[in-house]
């Protein structure tokens, strides 16, 4: 487990997901991305729309349209604006714009190539589409190979809120082309560690000791460490997600991290800290919160802590209010999905390796808010 031949880059591997007649495989590998055998499963239709973005567009889609010719009449591509400010109501609607302009029946397959942002609009698009269209995540960042590709959670973002409108909607196929991720910035590649690491203290601690001792390697773009950290990622996440896909308990504990983070993402301003930085200082926070609730000690607490560093994240939390952040944590955290009645769940360690969600008194919370951002 510890080395780095754990996985072969070369050599595809599938990760599946088991939710009944909404199964679906998880590809890995290498090459994957030209090989038009990589498609040959998919479900036959007159079209396709690539959805992708002003960035990864001009890289990738040219090949993902040649690999898919011969398979589908028509295959056009919408591009939309890049970035999380983006992942709103109207851009949502270039995507309808485009399927509606070219006449798409309903058996259209929608193909997200690109990071979270594009998946999670590409597939509520194809949730809401004539009510519900096919569609192929075919994801280029790590954060999406590792997290938001799999599992079905679709959604945009509302200015009060993140993630707040959207719908569970499964893809049948998602692709994890490892090439993809060489031209992806090194803040970029930080951004997705943050969703690998948090796979550790909630599920997995062999895991947490394999990042440590790779690390280095994962940040240098190593295929191998990363084959690997994508594809035992897939599994807990389909593990999970195979037991509670739309999130009535356990699938609560892969947003370990999320709820101190989605409020660093919504107070400062959707782009201004990527997803995985929040997720990143979000998880120390948690981290500390666990601490005081008695579910980890404090050599927890730094292992942690010095893991986040290592993977080049941010360790402090961002100060949202200068008068009263902790007051704004909790006004934000109150917004959260996981709230019931206007009380926070936190989703906390207890012990290494396990997850629970449990509410925490304010001034504790406040405390650890106050600690971690000063
Ligand atoms: P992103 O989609 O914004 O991509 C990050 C940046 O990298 C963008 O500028 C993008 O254009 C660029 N990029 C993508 N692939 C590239 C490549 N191969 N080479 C060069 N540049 C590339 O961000 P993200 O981190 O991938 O995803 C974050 C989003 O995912 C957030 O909106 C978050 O809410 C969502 N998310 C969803 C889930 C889920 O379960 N659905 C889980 C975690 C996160
Ligand atoms: N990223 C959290 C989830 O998919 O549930």
Not at 301 to 313: C, E
Not at 320 to 334: E, F, H, P, V
Not at 357 to 366: C, E, F, N, S, T
């Amino acid at each position: 487990m510890h080395a780095l031949s754990a996985t072969s880059a070369a050599a595809p591997q599938t990760v599946s997901i088991s939710l009944g007649d909404r199964s679906y495989p998880i590809v890995i590998g290498t090459q994957l991305l030209d090989n038009p055998a990589t498609w040959a499963d998919l479900p036959r239709a007159a079209a396709a729309l690539i959805v992708t973005n002003t960035t990864v567009g001009p890289l990738y889609a040219q090949r993902l349209q040649a690999a898919l010719q011969g398979r589908y009449a028509a295959i056009h591509t919408v591009v939309l604006p890049d970035g999380e400010a983006f992942k709103t109501w109207e851009t949502l609607n270039l995507i309808f714009d485009a399927l509606l302009g070219h006449g798409c029946d309903r058996k259209t397959v929608l193909f997200a190539l690109g990071g979270g942002v594009v998946g999670d609009m590409t597939g509520f698009a194809a949730a809401s589409y004539m009510r519900g269209v096919p569609f192929v995540q075919v994801p280029t960042t790590l954060l999406a190979q590792v997290d938001s590709s799999v599992g079905g959670k679709t959604a945009i973002n509302h200015p009060l809120g993140k993630n707040m409108v959207g719908a569970f909607y499964q893809p049948c196929k998602v692709v994890c082309d490892l090439d993809t991720l060489a031209t992806l910035p090194a803040r970029e590649l930080s951004a997705g560690l943050a969703e690998v690491i948090k796979y550790g203290p909630i599920a997995d601690m062999a895991l947490l000791d394999w990042l440590e001792a790779n690390i280095d390697a994962l940040r240098a773009g190593d295929p191998a460490a990363l084959g690997y950290a994508v594809k035992r990622s897939c599994e807990i996440k389909a593990h999970v997600v195979g037991q509670d896909e739309r999130e009535s308990g356990l699938r609560a504990i892969l947003n370990f991290g999320h709820t101190f983070g989605h409020a660093i993402e919504a107070g400062m301003g959707y782009g201004a800290w990527l997803h995985g930085e929040g997720v990143g200082s979000g998880m120390v926070m948690a981290a500390h919160l666990s601490q005081r609730l008695g579910g980890v000690d404090m050599p927890f607490v730094a292992r942690l802590t010095r893991l986040v560093q290592q993977a080049g994240l941010p360790t402090r939390g961002a100060v949202l209010d200068a008068t009263d952040n902790a007051g704004r944590y909790l006004q934000l955290m109150r917004v959260d999905k996981k709230s019931e009645a206007g009380e926070i769940k936190f989703v906390l360690i207890q012990p290494p390796g396990n997850a629970v969600m449990r509410g925490a008194p304010d001034a504790l919370v406040r405390e650890v808010v106050d600690y971690c951002c000063a």
